[in-house]
Each structure stands twice: as structure tokens, then as C-alpha cells.
């Protein structure tokens, strides 16, 4: 059973940047495609990125390309999400998943393990 911790949401000005850290520990994240999602109150679970098991293969959602990079280091068992140029609308729960089946979809089903949560906040 993988368990996923997310770590460095915050309170962030517009136009700020911040790094979140998705550790993992029982088991290894270099067998699941990794990916991040966010969710707004309200609103439904939304594809942030994704990232593929070697990190060769990425895929973002809308308006996140140029402003949010994900990164992985299978070493450390640590997934990121660089996020530049926040907005208020970036305001959301940020999770990380899991997928073993090694894809990188950009919905909530085939993610076998999630994370419970950083929330990031951006003031105007």
C-alpha cells in the first residue's frame, strides 16, 4: 500500500511561485506514472498534470502548460509541482495520485492512490 504526502501549499500573492513535494513511502513510485490534481470548493476534482514513470513523458491540463512543471525523482520517491505566474483562480486543494497502470490520463479513475491534500491559496 503506497501512502502519498503532499507538502508546501501556502498562502501565495498573485504572480507568486510555489513548490509542492509529493513523498511516497511504502513502495516505490517508479513503477506508477504520477499525477497532480487539484480541486476547488465547489468544483469538481481537475487535471493539473501528469508525469510518466522515467519522467520522459509529461501532460498538463488547460492554461497549466507554461506556468506549472512537474518533475519526479524516483531516488527520492518525490514527485513536484513548480508552479509560477499564480493566479487567484489557481486558489484549490492540490493532490497527488498514483497510477500503476502507468499512464498519463487526465481524469481521477485509473489513480489507484491519493494523497490527502495541500491547499494553496493565491491572493490578489
Known amino acids: 500500500q503506497v501512502q502519498l504526502v503532499e507538502s508546501g501549499g501556502g498562502l501565495v500573492q498573485a504572480g507568486g511561485s510555489l513548490r509542492l513535494s509529493c513523498a511516497a513511502s511504502g513502495g516505490t513510485i517508479s513503477t506508477f506514472s504520477m499525477g497532480w490534481f487539484r480541486q476547488a470548493p465547489g468544483k469538481e476534482r481537475e487535471f493539473v498534470a501528469a508525469i510518466s514513470r522515467s519522467g520522459g513523458s509529461r501532460n498538463y491540463g488547460d492554461s497549466k502548460t507554461g506556468r506549472f512543471t512537474i518533475s519526479r525523482d524516483n531516488a527520492k520517491n518525490t514527485v513536484y509541482l513548480q508552479m509560477s505566474s499564480l493566479r487567484p483562480d489557481d486558489t484549490a486543494v492540490y493532490y497527488c495520485?498514483?497510477?500503476?497502470?502507468?499512464?498519463?490520463?487526465?481524469?481521477?479513475?485509473?489513480?489507484?492512490?491519493w494523497g490527502q491534500g495541500t491547499q494553496v491559496t493565491v491572493s490578489s
Open positions: 495520485a498514483a497510477d500503476h497502470g502507468g499512464g498519463l490520463v487526465p481524469a481521477p479513475y485509473p489513480y489507484d492512490y
